[in-house]
């Protein structure tokens, strides 16, 4: 078994290597795994005979160190080789007839009819159903409008016209995946279905790649789950037509789909809606449906995991059917079968994702090895059958490797298997008598102080701080615990499995939940510990009663229904608890962002972690091998070769660290970084360990799209910043300003520098004060006031948005008691080691004009200058001389010439303007939509004329221009193709 | 065995006490009928029909 265990460990580690490497010789890799794999079979002849000989098998059983120790090491070797050998052939798809393969040989804007099977359920992701396709054929369609007829004789027109449809040879597809969404308002969205054939007319896109910074590459993860293009059903954009229902297919999994329609429509009638949408996510693993409040809360309490259906969810069934054939007193050799069916089963049923793959897997193994099997114990069983599940799940499909759900799903096992026990004797070394009357005070003290105190969370020192507590009370409570003799009043007086259970939590939450939560996320739920003491309990008491209530509901004719009613009708009750609970501490304990560590971070935490769990059993090992490499040592025969093997390690130590210290990106001395937000602009400045914003992007409320949330909170996460030096207002544009709220919530922010009025009292202003402070260049407005009209209310979504904005800015400053300065040209300041010299707004006028007060900024670090434009170019004309080294725009310029003149004189090395067509809606009445898009168009063939490279966020995502020994080298995050 | 006992007494329980918590539920609650779950859950995963003559 331990052998098995370190074969997988190397077939992981393996993949581990070609993801860190890169490396893509998959011919090179297979050759080397052959080699590995004569060499070990050598010494294992050499011990026990030839392979095929009779008694071969035999002696290898017998023999307790039946495989040689060279051939071990070999056979490791094999399995590293080739688990890189399998990652990388996965990746390899360039090859004539992959999908991804002739779409890349097309131009994009290519029309395309595609014939295709669908190969899962349909599942719905807020208002589209997700379906995914596998391509048969695809052929090219052109469709003309062709004169047919020409009555008139003119050459101009008149005549009768025909669309002729020209298509392309057909052309035969193996291998990569469609997604296509479909959405609400199209025919198919009530009728595509599961191993339909279907075909697609349409353009096809390719998804998002990383855009910013710490954002997630949304084409990777398509990619690790084989889908190549996407394309959306609209109306406009593409058709699909449901050619074709086969019943063929695997019988299985359509039994499982039965069972899950049969179980949903259940829900659907016993459940009312949205605690219906949680009992279908929890049972069935239909997580679309749930209102993106509820999903919100989940994810601040740290309990979404109960919608990822896991490990929890197939151990609570396999549980309860256990606990039922138990009662019917039916021996577990016979039931065994049964159980791991429906396990299976289950795992189909929610749609086969990795986790409840892994979790059918080890506990069908277990159930197995129980009923069938001699006992290896808890910890290896557990290990054996974790291996065993992920060997499967990567060998079938490697690239789930990298995939956030795949990691957490095994490390919470992990965590499990070899940190619960290790934490139970913590705790119970540490809560008795006044240890544990120590330690439930400083928790709860802790609690307190957060939820009084709710900005506490964003203080610079918060996480270090909580760290340094923990330590403290678990040494404080354990000297308390050690100096008495109290015995009644201790851990170790609970029941059993609330023992067990108290420490599995630890468990997870220091080996799985607070590591890697911070890693892939950047985020660290305080309630979570709390919240699940509640919630796991309570999600095993749901989907028990939910699936006993599916069940009886689905297959018992007539009174089923009734009964799932009744029982359901309890499961209600239990449903909206957790809801409440969620939404409870939620609102309660804050959801703060942590700064996301970095891989090598990551693994210093798990060696230390491992250090202070296994310290003895490391010393153990540790002085074993000590004695047994001293022992070899004094043999003067092996001293040469155990040099020779020293030399080795230290020259494989030294040249991966070397490999390791070049890999590691060095820092520049100044980092300007226009992110990709949209339509708006955000600026992020570091230098000095430190970070400045100049702008923050909009917060789109009706869009549902806050660029400050999405974007520049993961961009500071990914960065080790514990609070932003300044944040400097361009102008008070929502697309500048509106971001800002939600990065307030996650952000200390020392400074907002602004060249409009602020007031910091924390009152509102009404529309009519609003538009007196700022003008908008609305001519009907204004003459509306200076006649003394009343201004009324926002005349539309962008005007509502920029008051809105504007009256949550006044609130935020108060709240959190930022100080705010009033900046005009000529000021001068330092932020985040660059000087910042003001050129415009030279004067405050008694109305700031948005489009003309707008900030022209000098930022000035070392030999280089950098301008900052707000997008009004008129001050470029006269006011501004000086020559700057990078341009960055926060809107289309205006007046282009101005613009262009002003930077062909500077001739900078690059200039990067935020840009992107705002959404229909945001621009709908507004007075200068037609002004707004009509110069986006105009300007884009200009821009290429310059004889210096402009980059907009809108084609290469955000733009970081690095000052680096003196010189500036600027990398766009989507390079051009 | 003592498991299979423990089990079976705590399946036992729990039915028992959800059936008496789901008849007090339709009781206090009238709208809690299949019509109205049906009606409420329209637009949620609304591919999948039910059929008709429930209730």
Redesign the interface.
Known sequence: MLTFILLSLAFIGGMGVAVITGIMASGLLLVLTCVFLLCAIIPLVFKHGNILSPGFYRSLREDEEAIPVLSMIFFMLTMVMFGSYRYVSELRNDYATHFKTICEKHDEATNWRIRGRIIEE?K?RGDY?EVLIQPETMRKVERRRVRVNNETGSRKGGGTYENVEHSSDQLTVSGGLLMAQVFEDNEV?????FNQTVEIEGQLSEASERRNPGAMDYRLHLRNRGIYRTVRITPRRAVMRIVDQQDSGAIWYRFALYVK?EV??VI??????PE??FL?GVLLG?K??LPPKVSQEFRMTGVSHVLAVSGLHVTIIA??L???F??F?IPLRIFAPLIVFSLFTFAMIVGWPSSAVRAALMNSLFILSMAYLKDYGFKMSVLFSLCVACDYILFMSPLQLTEPSFVLSVMAIYALAMFSDPSAKILRRMLRGPGLAFAFLATMAFFVAVVLKKDLVLHPYFFPATFVYIIFVCYVSMRLSDRSTFQSFAFEMLPGWLQGFLAAQIAILVAMMLPLSAFYFGQMSLAAPVANLIAIPLIG?IV??GL?AGLIGAFIPGIG?YLA?????????AVKFFLGMASFFAALIPFPRISQPSFSELVIYYLLLHVVYFHSQIKTWVLAIYGAVSEVWNEPEYRNSLSIFAIFVVIVVVAGSVAFLSSIERQPDLRLTMLDVGFGSSLMIEGDGRVALVDSALNDTLGGMDRGERVIQPALSGKQVREIDAVILSSALPERISGLSSVFSSYRVNRIYTPFPLATDGVRVDFEQYVRLFAFGDIKLERRLKAGQNAGIPPGYFWELAYESYNRLIEDVHRYKIPVKHIKAGDKFTEAGVTIEVLHPASTRDSFQQYYDGLILKLSRGAHNFAYISGNAHPLESDISFKADFVFVADMPYPYEAFENYVKSSNPEGVAISYRFPSAWLMENYHLSGAITSRSRSYMPRFRQLPFPVYLTSENGAIQVDQLRGSLNTRVFVKEE | MQ??ND??R???V??V???????L??VV?S????R???L??L?????????KG?D
């Open positions: 349909p719905l159903l969205f009530r009728e595509v279905d329609n949903l429509k659907k009638q016993t459940m009312p809606y219906s949408s279908g239909l679309g449906g549980g309860l256990y606990g039922i138990a009662m007193r008491l028990q009663i006993i229904i009613l009744l029982l359901n009708a309890a499961n209600w009750l | 498991e299979s089990a079976t705590f399946l036992i729990l039915l006490v959800t059936l008496m918590t789901g008849a539920v339709l609650k709208d809690f009928r299949i109205d779950n049906v409420s859950n637009d949620y995963y609304p591919h999948i029909k039910i059929d429930q």
